[in-house]
């Protein structure tokens, strides 16, 4: 079994695990578009642009002056951006090591901002009682809701932090639809009902569909020429899924080989 891309501590929602050969597909499920709600906390910042983290500095109640046309204002400022400066408790690695390592041992963590994509960011409440705000989010795989809350604070000419993290869905999937571990749990170990069909995992891939004798050399390994354009492309027989290839000058070359 294998996870493809897992959540931050308190955070909540949507995982996906890959099983048995699934497990050669994670890269491609890694990769694909997230979705979250939020929620905002205004007024400061935190060492971790999450609640987990140490205030920063002095509180900011500059924010309470601010309408809620303001604060939407900053969000779509904040959607615009095509780079990130990802939070210091970040996965990505610095040196070789992951920055959220370095920032437990108590070392300065130095980021490079990276580039993101931020599809849809909607102000979904505002409770200017309680200086939070919520949102929902529909973003590029790699893209920090830590670092949109951090952003969309200072945008308002404030400070934020992201209060609470809930993933609601990963590509096609939906967290609704999503098996919490009370139900998983309660299944007997035959059960199929917590699996979905491989084919889902790569439904976002072009596919290419090949006759008998083209799939079984295909699933031993063989390039075979083809018209299909160049890329990663799901390839299938008559029976379903064969694998995946990467295409390129006209050869299909196998990349992942899911049967024999």
């Known amino acids: 079994m ?4 897992t959540l931050d501590p308190p ?11 699934a497990t050669r597909l994670a890269r491609f499920v890694a990769t694909l578009p997230k979705r979250y709600t939020g929620t905002i906390r205004l007024g400061w910042e935190t060492t971790t642009d999450d609640a987990a983290g140490a205030p920063v500095g002095e509180r900011d109640e ?4 601010r309408t809620r046309a303001d604060l939407e204002r900053a969000l779509t400022d904040v959607q615009r951006q095509e780079v990130q400066m990802p939070p210091p408790v970040s996965a990505k690695k610095v040196d070789g090591v ?3 390592r ?35 989010v529909a973003c590029s795989s790699g893209t920090y809701v830590r670092s949109i809350a951090r952003d969309a604070g200072r945008a308002l000419g404030s400070r934020a932090h992201l209060a609470q993290l809930r993933r609601t869905g990963i590509g096609p999937w939906d967290v609704k639809d999503a098996l919490g571990m009370d139900a998983l749990s309660a299944l007997s170990p035959q059960s199929s009902a917590a699996l979905r069909p491989m084919r889902e995992a790569i439904a976002h891939l072009p596919a290419l569909i090949l006759p008998a004798a083209a799939a ?7 390039r075979i020429a ?15 899924l064969v694998g995946v ?16």
């Open 98 to 100: 992951r920055a959220y």
């Open 216 to 222: 079984q050399r295909f699933a031993s390994g063989q």
């Open 245 to 260: 290839a990467d295409v390129a000058d006209g050869v299909l070359h196998p990349d992942v080989v899911l049967v024999g």
């Open 2 to 5: 294998g996870h493809a891309g």
């Open 102 to 136: 370095r920032f437990r041992r108590g070392e300065t963590v130095t980021l490079q901002p990276v580039r993101v994509q931020i599809h849809a960011l909607t102000l979904v409440g505002f409770d200017p009682a309680a200086g939070e705000a919520v949102i929902d």
């Open 226 to 240: 083809t018209d299909a354009p160049s890329g990663a492309t799901a390839v299938f027989d008559a029976n379903g």
């Open 11 to 21: 955070a909540t929602g949507l995982l996906v695990v890959l099983v048995g050969r």
């Open 62 to 65: 500059s924010w309470r002056a």
